[in-house]
């Protein structure tokens, strides 16, 4: 059974950190991506990566979070650092076994992607 499983979220202030985690089973997929939405917001492609450690990232999130993988594990991470009451959302991990480089990943709609993750809330205050 293909799952994903993320981890990590949760309160903190603006300014702080916090690394989300995301354990996949099934298979191993070629595209990973991190996502999200806030109420009553549309989801968002944040950073991708593809199965050759090449990365992409949304504009609003470029430089202060950093996407990375452990193949082996079929992990994907997200370390978030500077955090602005603008990034609180729900994040969701997506992964795909298409091979598509990790900028074209972040540009397709996120219901191109074809494995999700549950969620896992990230508040930050002010």
């Known amino acids: 059974q293909v799952q994903l499983v993320e981890s990590g979220g949760g309160s903190v202030q603006a300014g702080g950190s916090l690394r989300l985690s995301c354990a996949g089973s099934?298979?191993?997929?070629?595209?990973m991506g991190w996502f999200r939405q806030a109420p009553g917001k549309e989801r968002e492609g944040v950073a991708a990566i593809d199965n050759d450690g090449s990365t992409s990232y949304a504009e609003s999130v470029k430089g202060r979070f950093t996407i990375s993988r452990e193949n082996a594990k079929r992990t994907l991470y997200l370390q978030m650092n500077s955090l602005k009451p603008e990034d609180t959302a729900m994040y969701y991990c997506?992964?795909?076994?298409?091979?598509?480089?990790?900028?074209?990943?972040?540009?397709?709609?996120?219901?191109?992607?074809?494995?999700w993750g549950q969620g896992t809330q990230v508040t930050v205050s002010s």
């Open positions: 997506a992964a795909d076994p298409r091979r598509w480089t990790a900028m074209q990943a972040l540009g397709l709609p996120w219901r191109f992607w074809a494995i």
């Open positions: 099934g298979y191993a997929y070629n595209s």
